[in-house]
């Protein structure tokens, strides 16, 4: 087995921007995309040349894994980044661990209570979007806030001295779920320890759902388990404070009402409505291997906590089978495969996975189409 290696949490901070290590890319099911859907097809039917044509050239296969995708009319790139930060207000820095199209995570060591933790640094290419400082202090609001086992705790947030944000967090030793699936000679493999695993998942979630904020990108990429067995639920940027509205009347639930959870969003301090405009309807974000068909389709009003459950279902699919629901080589065709929810060759594999029927039957639920015909939530 591999040895443990030190990683910070969410790195994927605000729509589209994901964790990079510094040794590797992302493989076409892990890589996170962000794109404009305001001139795709109408919901469940297939994909146009325009659709294509934004992906721009995805008929490459990706390798490995990490890789940080953005393919939105706001991805940028920015070869001549400046210098990585010395100082984070009281942390020392010693060198970038990981990088996303957002954030750069950096290794630090914190001088006056003596410990290790990871420091999550804006890039200085997003210095001057206001939109997109608003979704890197969100990301660390909503994480800080969310106290939980398998959530990394955020310490402090601040301002480097070039006015870029900045957030301290734990830092976590251990591989994630997808590199611990790999190592696997077959599905089969210690499945009951793997199943154990999925549970935690499914509990961390029920808190955050509780707490009225849905994750968005649920996949064994954006799960660590420990040196110690811990399991922790990574990479909270993509993650979305949700205030109800399709919840039946009957299963009233914290986030039926304003969510207890306080962002830059939702506490009046000054952010417009139109500043959510990467979350509007138009526009997808998230990895098309896990994501479920409404996501896919950029309708985002219609996602509540099923979109993580459609995520849960994702992880125990590949738990059971070895895959992710939506197989194949080109990133276009898996988008396709996303927003029309074909989930046929997906449940075939379930089939003959030699999994117990319930499980069988419980990622099916979780994978359904419609978003009425999967388990309300998490719990």
Same mark, same amino acid.
């Given at each position: ?12 901070? +605000? ?7 510094? +040794? ?39 390798? !490995? ?10 991805a ?8 990585a930060?010395? /100082? ?20 630090? $060591? !914190? ?6 933790? #990871? ?14 400082? $608003? ?6 609001q ?9 959530i ?5 947030? %601040?301002?480097?001295?070039? *006015? @870029?944000p ?5 830092l ?11 190592? &696997? ?7 009951? @320890? =793997?199943?154990? /695993? ?11 759902? !509780?707490?009225?904020v ?13 040196? =110690? ?32 959870? *306080? ?6 301090? %000054? ?5 959510? +405009? ?23 009003e219609?996602?509540?906590? *099923? #979109? ?10 590949e738990i ?10 080109? @990133?276009?065709?898996?988008? $396709?495969?996303?927003? &029309? ?19 069988? !039957? ?9 978003? #009425?015909?999967?388990? $309300?939530?998490?719990?």
């Amino acid at each position: 087995m591999a040895q443990p290696n030190d990683r910070a949490v969410p790195d994927e901070s +605000s729509d589209g921007d994901h964790l990079t290590a510094s +040794s590797g890319s992302e493989s076409a099911y892990d890589a996170t995309l962000h794109y404009d859907l305001s001139d795709s097809p109408e919901p469940g039917t297939a994909a146009g040349v325009s659709f294509e044509a934004r992906l721009g050239d995805t008929s490459q296969p990706a390798v !490995d894994s990490d890789q940080t995708i953005e393919t939105s009319s706001s991805a940028t790139s920015n070869p001549s980044e400046s210098p990585a930060p010395q /100082v984070a207000g009281r942390y020392v820095l010693q060198g970038e661990i990981a990088r996303g199209g957002m954030g750069a995570i950096f290794s630090a $060591r !914190d001088e006056v209570l003596g410990r290790d933790l #990871a420091i999550k640094v804006l890039l200085d290419s997003h210095v001057d979007s206001p939109e997109t400082g $608003r979704r890197f202090i969100e990301e660390a609001q909503i994480n800080g806030q969310l106290q939980h086992p398998g959530i990394v705790p955020v310490h402090e947030l %601040g301002t480097l001295e070039d *006015r @870029r944000p900045f957030f301290a967090m734990k830092l976590v030793k251990g591989q994630t779920l997808k590199a611990l699936l790999a190592e &696997r000679p077959d599905p089969r493999s210690d499945l009951s @320890r =793997f199943l154990g /695993v999925f549970e935690h998942i499914c509990l961390t979630m029920a808190y955050a759902h !509780d707490r009225g904020v849905i994750h968005r990108d649920l996949k064994p990429a954006n799960v660590m388990v420990g040196a =110690f067995g811990e399991v922790q639920v990574m990479d909270w940027g993509l993650a979305k404070v949700i205030t109800g509205g399709t919840k039946p009347a009957e299963e009233p639930t914290v986030s039926d009402e304003l969510s207890v959870i *306080r962002t830059i969003r939702n506490s009046g301090s %000054g952010a417009s409505s139109g500043s959510e +405009s990467h979350t509007q309807f138009g526009w997808a974000i998230g990895t098309p291997a896990y994501m479920p068909p409404e996501q896919a389709l950029g309708e985002v009003e219609r996602m509540d906590e *099923r #979109a993580d459950v459609f995520g849960l279902g994702a992880i125990l699919c590949e738990i059971l089978t070895g895959t992710p629901p939506y197989v194949n080589d080109q @990133r276009r065709d898996i988008m $396709r495969m996303a927003m &029309r929810g074909e989930t046929t060759e997906c449940f075939a594999r379930l089939d003959n996975s030699g999994a117990e029927q319930p499980l069988i !039957d419980l990622a099916k639920e979780c994978l359904a189409f419609d978003i #009425a015909a999967r388990p $309300r939530n998490a719990k």
